[in-house]
């Protein structure tokens, strides 16, 4: 990084002290991030890059309100420069007093924090060469017309400093894949896809491969995407017995648990660009969010997952914390400026994007804890319903409240057992009445980890990475439908 860094470094105060201005606290994080992205379509490059980019972002508090300043200009100049309209913008905002802090809510920490085992990182040839086999493998007849294959990693530092006396230090390595397959026969198309868009996310690098094991994988999911083309369409019901594979919990748990959960959305921060919330600040402690099954987690300790982390971006030490125990509503997703405001407890969730945006309320790793029922014992004791898998459409109102999901494939489940392929598979139902027919919960056998790198939030806007990891479970009187 730059020279600065190294000052920084070895006298963290003194570029402090040599701010000229008066403030109750100044904040400073410096990320540095590397990407590379690679694409394939048809085993042809479709799209090959290499970024870095870096820059450092100064929060200053006057009077209990924040600014902020962001630079790419990693100089002593640069730095005081970003400094100054941050305290320009804390200025401005005291005098509207919408919320006054204390500089607490930016904790004092130390520490250094590697990614560790080192990630397995691949040469962009060596890439190439792996994708251009993958999309092979997916072109498994002539019915597959299409066949994509992507991978992108992304290498990450931070260092955050304050005026108070925090010095930490923060790296990551993650590893993002996409493989799909396209199929037509007539004027029927059909798409698989491995888990779902960019579902496969993960800490760390190629070592959470083994090309052989993966090179099956893609090998089923070209079969399905012509299977397909012969399948049923997904029968349309008044209600039914569904149950949903971990690739589409991720969706569910994503949009219906995590999102209305977020304490800056609840608060109404979120209301003009990606909705609130249906739920409301006195529901913490009260409401039964779903079924005595139900428990989720908020954990961004565990390794693999891709939103994980030993603290978030202001300095707030993560730990795993519930919040909804056996149904009932805990506490919400709102890292410690939501928790000042709305007087309810959070967690350490708040996290940006990069150097030039401040840190919001993000999911993080949410996960649904595993309950004590097989697959096999769960098929069993169906005797009518619809086992859907992959997530491909999604929708759901402002509120997170109403919601229609559809899904790559499905199978018919008739008198315990899984009886015929579907195509096309659909449901609908609202949050509390979906989460309260919640009646099994797979065991940890049926457990899988998946995420997205593309959760969107914020003016302006922020994508970021977030987790999770769930069991198949079962749900009672849902919805149906097919469609063409």
């Not at 070895?10 to 990320?31: E, K, N, T, Y």
């Not at 491969?209 to 349309?236: K, Y």
């Not at 209305?260 to 969010?289: M, W």
């Not at 049926?446 to 969107?456: A, F, Q, R």
Request: glycine letters at 8%; aromatic letters at 8%; a negative charge.
């Amino acid at each position: 990084m730059a020279p600065i860094l190294e000052s920084l470094l070895h006298h963290p105060q003194a570029w402090f002290g040599s701010l000229d201005f008066a403030a109750d606290w100044v904040g400073l994080r410096l990320v540095q991030q590397q990407e590379q992205i690679l694409a394939l379509r048809d085993a042809n490059p479709q799209y090959q890059g290499f970024e870095t980019h870096g820059g450092a972002m100064v929060e200053v508090m006057v009077d209990g309100h924040l600014g902020y300043g962001s630079t790419p200009q990693l100089t002593p100049e640069g730095l005081r420069h970003a400094a100054q309209r941050a305290y320009h913008q804390a200025q401005t905002m005291a005098r509207w007093c919408l919320h006054a802090h204390s500089p607490h809510i930016r904790p004092v920490v130390s520490g250094h924090h590697p990614h560790r085992p080192e990630p397995s990182l691949l040469s962009p040839g060596e890439t190439t060469d792996l994708l251009r086999r993958i999309c092979q493998t997916l072109k498994v007849s002539d019915a597959v017309v299409q066949t994509r294959a992507s991978a992108s990693t992304l290498q990450r530092q931070s260092w955050l400093f304050s005026s108070s006396g925090t010095d930490l230090y923060q790296e990551s390595s993650s590893l993002t894949t996409h493989y799909g397959a396209i199929a037509k026969a007539g004027n029927i198309v059909q798409s698989r896809t491995d888990n779902g868009f960019y579902a496969r996310t993960y800490r760390g690098g190629w070592e959470r491969e083994s090309e052989v094991a993966l090179l099956e994988r893609v090998q089923r999911v070209g079969e399905e995407a012509v299977a397909l083309l012969t399948a049923a369409n997904c029968p349309t019901t008044a209600t039914t017995t569904l149950v949903l594979a971990p690739d589409q919990m991720l969706l569910q748990l994503h949009e219906s648990v995590g999102h209305p959960l977020e304490l800056d959305r609840i608060l109404g921060d979120e209301r003009n660009y990606a909705g609130g919330s249906f739920v409301r600040p006195e529901d913490f402690g009260h409401k039964v969010y779903g079924s005595p099954l139900m428990t989720v987690t908020f954990d961004p300790t565990v390794e693999e997952e891709i939103a994980s982390y030993a603290f978030d971006d202001t300095g707030h030490p993560a730990q795993r914390v519930d919040l909804i125990r056996h149904g009932l509503l805990l506490r919400g997703l709102g890292g410690l400026e939501s928790q000042a405001r709305l007087q309810q407890p959070g967690v350490a969730n708040a996290r940006a994007t990069s150097w030039n945006r401040p840190p919001l309320d993000r999911m993080a790793n949410l996960n649904l804890e595993p309950g004590s029922s097989s697959l096999e014992a769960m098929i069993a004791s169906i005797e009518s319903g619809i086992y859907m898998h992959t997530n491909r459409s999604w929708s759901i109102d402002d509120q997170r409240y109403k919601f229609q999901f559809g899904c790559e494939l499905a199978y018919r489940i008739e008198g315990g057992e899984i009886t015929e392929l579907l195509r096309n598979p659909n449901y609908r139902s609202v949050t509390p009445q979906f989460w309260h027919s919640l009646v099994q919960v797979g065991d940890a056998s049926t457990c899988e980890t998946y995420g997205s790198p593309v959760c969107g939030k914020g003016e302006p806007n922020q994508v970021i990475s977030v987790g999770h990891r769930s069991p198949v479970c079962v749900f009672d009187n849902i919805e149906v439908f097919g469609g063409g």
